[in-house]
């Protein structure tokens, strides 16, 4: 860590590290010392996000912070873990005082909603990226991979789909502004990363992922790492309802299937535990919907009502 | 980890992975899922490097893939913690097929030398930056930190400053190219990152920091937080020969009180346990050099062999 950037470390972002568990040694040294604890395996993921690709320049910082953090645990949440520690790389092209200040505060808040701390940063002068390294831990064994999933398992999803397409549209309409997002931009600025949901699917579903880059390319990669295939029903699709009241049905069904950033759960379970999925909604109040089978073809199809396979133009987001 | 970015780094980072030691589930999924096994702690550092800022555009990707994770290594060095694993967040403004398989390689190399797996990753479209997270583990307890030091501790270093910043100054005026570097600038490219040393040094050193930003802005960190002060002697200082052959001693002076990137080891040790740091550098090869003593009055100050304060005009790199 350099001086100047312990400087802004220490300034802006100090107080996230508060409420850490198992921080032995936060910010300030050469780097961070954490005690994971007796029994638990760790799960590591990195994501980053660039100004101008991954949202508008001229957003909110504080809704940039809290949606950069958001992302990076919907990853922990797709392994059932628990988010415990974090680390951030920052680039900045100048260091604006304002834009740090909201920034850190948006990533507090997040922090102090999912119980994690930050405890190592970096900040470098460059185009505005941040990349975030987010560490949880699962009980040995415990964790939800891509690759669990048999033929004739049930495909289900957690919430809704297409609200954050939805969203991103409607600024790409408006423009974004530093002002904070309206409350219909909440499930593009603010997707609430599954973790209690994914925490209670440990040892249940069979395999799991997140929906970042859009339903049928995150599903793809289950059936591929699983050796099978999947058949949807489109009209089994849990869609958002102000994108639909938005942008109507046919369009919010496309960003359902093809656009990213939902951050909901995928995940399969086999048929005879099904009972104990709909127990665990009922008691937590989670909403899961069945929205498919895993199949012996290799791939992912959608049939509408009658049956038939309803052609797809875009599988999902790409960044190359 | 997105569509396609998965294909770069599948293609030519998962070779990168293989030697990881507890890697339950490397790339490929969510997050990596790591088994730091009993009585440990958990170590993690985040270092960025920007093209045009830590190293220059035009060097051999190779290089850069080294010297990107030998200096994260070098942090956890500075604790005395075992590299394990690391994930890494890179933006490259075109997904260039040469400079990966040169970038991939040097990072490889890097790793097999240090036993650390690559377990992670995110590719993003932008300026060429290198952002690595790397984890290591201590025994529980053991970590070296900064804020150990005590008035009348010795202060010592690793290896020989000033090379660093002499290889940089010739590539400098020769205008770095992307052939692989001459040995000459190896202390630039290849800074080795002082494990054994670190390691070796738990329950020994009473405080420890690498020298990234220059010794006395690295010192500086180590006196502020143990609520000390330091004395140094220039005559005392370990130089690059490199460097006074080719720049003179004056330069190279300037350059190992305060150039950064020599990646060496500062630490303290009570005058009791110097016999014990001799023992240590004599049976295990280190070269460790006595270049001050702690003591009370804050800031670091350097004198010559007269004793008289020397003036110092540059305190090390800053990024902003």
Chains 1, 2 share one sequence.
């Not at 809704?63 to 919907?74: K, T």
């Not at 009922?282 to 052609?311: C, K, M, N, S, Y």
Request: glycine residues 12%.
């Amino acid at each position: 860590m350099a001086t100047d950037e312990f400087g802004l470390i220490e300034r802006f972002f100090k107080g996230t590290a508060t409420p850490g568990i198992g921080v032995r040694l936060g910010i300030g040294d050469d780097a961070a010392v954490l005690d994971p604890g007796p029994g638990v395996e760790l799960v590591a993921t990195v994501d980053t996000l660039v100004a101008g690709v991954h949202f508008p320049v001229t957003a909110c910082a504080a809704a940039i912070g809290q949606r950069a953090l958001r992302v990076n645990l919907s990853d922990l949440a797709a392994m059932g873990a628990t988010p415990r520690w974090f680390l951030l790389a920052l680039s900045l092209p100048t260091a604006d005082e304002d834009w740090l200040a909201g920034f850190s505060t948006g990533l507090a808040t997040a922090a102090a909603r999912y119980g994690c701390a930050l405890v190592g940063g970096d900040t470098t002068r460059g185009t505005l990226t941040i990349s975030i390294t987010a560490l949880g831990t699962v009980p040995t064994g415990a964790a939800l991979t891509r690759g669990g999933a048999s033929v004739g398992d049930l495909v289900l999803v957690t919430g809704t789909l297409g609200g954050s397409a939805a969203a991103l549209a409607e600024m790409q309409r408006n423009g974004a502004t530093r002002a904070q997002p309206a409350a219909l931009d909440a499930d593009y600025w603010y997707p609430e990363p599954r973790l209690t949901e994914g925490q209670a699917l440990r040892g249940l579903a069979s395999a799991a992922i997140d929906i970042s880059d859009g339903l049928l390319a995150d599903l793809g990669h289950v059936v591929r790492a699983s050796g099978v295939g999947a058949e949807l029903t489109l009209d089994a699709l849990p869609l958002s309802t102000a994108a639909v009241a938005r942008f109507g049905l046919e369009q919010t069904r496309a960003w359902a299937l093809s656009a990213g950033d939902d951050y909901q759960l995928c995940f399969t379970v086999p048929p005879t535990r099904l009972a104990e999925v709909e127990a665990l909604a009922g008691a937590r109040g989670f909403q899961f919907t069945q929205i498919g089978r895993l199949a012996g073809t290799p791939g992912v199809r959608v049939r509408d009502a009658a049956g038939r396979e309803v052609a797809i133009a875009e599988r999902g987001f790409r960044h190359f």
